[in-house]
């Protein structure tokens, strides 16, 4: 008996035509979009061929190659259009929250065969978007009833589970404490959100869930788990609602923004913040201003709009000296930190060092993953700047907090330090350098060390 005859898949064909890709650069670009998912795959012209040809690649590939067509696009593409067979593809984002999607998120989360589905997964655009304020009240939301009562005392005892996983993840890093914070969120939780109280302190409960769901979503994206972070920064989205926390809200949409940033994404970096930012103006909260106008300079200035970028940082820094509260050492930090980012962006190596050292001058020495980013790029700097050696002492300052670190965005920036100045391996205080680098890096890199 003959197998079935392979039909061509005009519709993968047309879309790949549509987006104005060679084969070989929808590969090159699918293998990048498997690299931020934390997927190693490497196709090549052949396999986008072999496609082409009526061959179907394995899961999750389906689910990358719909996300980076509707990037390239500008519009949604799902699975179903590319004439691929259908995986189990994550659901398009709730559009009505419920207890119970949060609880089984973070269940999903806490059982390592359910969360390699969604570690499998790209970042979404689609989960990217800004729901609007919610009008439901909480109490809508709740399914059935538990025999607990819930009082202030409980929301007291979240604020102090969020103090102590916010300063960990300060001290540690995001893969540091996440698990932890995750089961609390996936076993006690829920219950307390379901118990009966007041109306006020309900709403209590609400925001004070909302800034531990933000919290986990942060320590996710700093571990590198973009898609999982990106619900729980939904999730957060909607707590907060519920919580009428306005402050969480722009909040968590200032972190959305810095994950864009981070990705590439740029163009949806500068639509969440500047969203954050007409939010923030319409509720008065002027306390957020500066850390919103410092990433939406960096947003734009990823695009090449350095007038804009510099007006941005301009008006943080007059809202940062208009504040009222003088001791705000960590903000200043923060906005030195933006300044020089938006001066990297622009290639102004001199004046990125110079803000990044004033970073440094600010920032409190618990922000110790703060810390270490800052130096890493400064560091990185110093190295654009033709001054390998000088790099070097701020290199192994950094390496020596490296090793207490168990954050993903450090570990990528030491990589790409490494790769920066290996090229000046000749000279003396370079090679001494990479030397003590292969005794202290060696556990997270390798396969990066040997081929030096």
């Known amino acids: 008996m003959h197998s079935p005859e392979r039909q061509p898949n005009e519709r993968l064909r047309s879309l790949i035509r549509e987006a104005r890709f060679t084969n070989h650069a929808f590969a090159r670009a699918l293998n990048d979009i498997g690299k931020e998912a934390g997927i190693s795959i490497h196709y090549d012209r052949t396999s986008v061929s072999h496609w082409l040809s009526g061959t179907h690649p ?11 067509l509707t990037r390239r696009l500008n519009r949604m593409v799902h699975v179903e259009q590319l004439g691929l067979t259908t995986p189990v593809a994550p659901p398009p984002p709730d559009s009505e929250f419920t207890l119970s999607s949060l609880q089984q998120l973070a269940m999903m989360d806490l ?36 025999t607990k009562r819930a009082g202030l005392e409980v929301v007291r005892s979240i604020r102090s589970m969020v103090a102590v996983g916010a300063e960990l993840d300060q001290m540690f890093g995001g893969e540091r404490g996440r698990i ?14 379901r118990a009966k109280t007041t109306e006020s302190v309900q709403q209590e409960l609400f925001a004070a869930v ?9 320590m996710t994206f700093d571990s590198l788990k973009h898609h999982i972070a990106q619900r729980y920064f939904r999730a ?38 500047s969203t954050a930012l007409r939010k923030a103006e319409t509720r008065l909260l002027a306390s957020v201003q500066p850390a919103l106008l410092g990433q939406s300079a960096v947003a734009h200035a990823a ?3 350095t007038r804009t970028a510099t007006r941005l940082l301009d008006k943080a820094n007059h809202a940062l000296t208009h504040d009222c509260d003088q001791n705000r050492v960590d903000d200043r930090a923060d ?12 290639r102004d190596w001199k004046n990125a060092e110079k803000w990044l050292r004033i970073s440094l001058k600010y920032r409190s020495s618990i922000k110790r993953r703060s ?15 033709g001054r390998p050696e000088h790099a070097c002492a701020t290199w192994c300052e950094a390496m020596t907090e490296y090793s207490k670190m168990d954050s993903g965005r450090v570990r990528i920036r030491m990589e790409n330090l490494y790769r920066l100045i290996v090229p000046f391996c000749n000279r003396r205080t370079v090679r001494s350098t990479l030397d003590q680098a292969h005794g202290m890096l060696a556990a997270d890199f390798g396969d990066l060390l040997k081929g030096r």
């Open 58 to 68: 394995r899961q999750p590939t389906p689910v990358l190659i719909a996300e980076l």
């Open 111 to 146: 059982n390592p065969v359910n969360r390699s589905v969604l570690l499998d997964t790209p970042y979404l655009t689609q989960w990217a978007t800004v729901p609007e304020w919610l009008e439901t009240s909480a109490g809508t939301l709740q399914q059935g009833s538990t």
């Open 180 to 193: 932890a914070l995750t089961t609390h969120l996936g076993y006690d939780i829920p219950a307390w959100l």
């Open 210 to 218: 909302s800034s531990l769901v933000y919290l986990i979503g942060f």
């Open 236 to 273: 957060a989205l909607h707590l907060s609602s519920l919580g009428n926390d306005w402050t969480c809200y722009v909040h968590v949409l200032h972190d959305m923004s810095v994950q864009a940033t981070f990705l590439g994404h740029h163009e949806l970096s500068v639509h969440l913040v």
């Open 303 to 305: 695009l090449g709009r």
């Open 335 to 346: 906005l030195a930190y933006r300044t020089a980012q938006v001066s990297m962006l622009s």
């Open 371 to 385: 810390r270490l980013m800052t130096q890493l790029q400064l560091a990185e700097t110093l190295v654009r700047e």
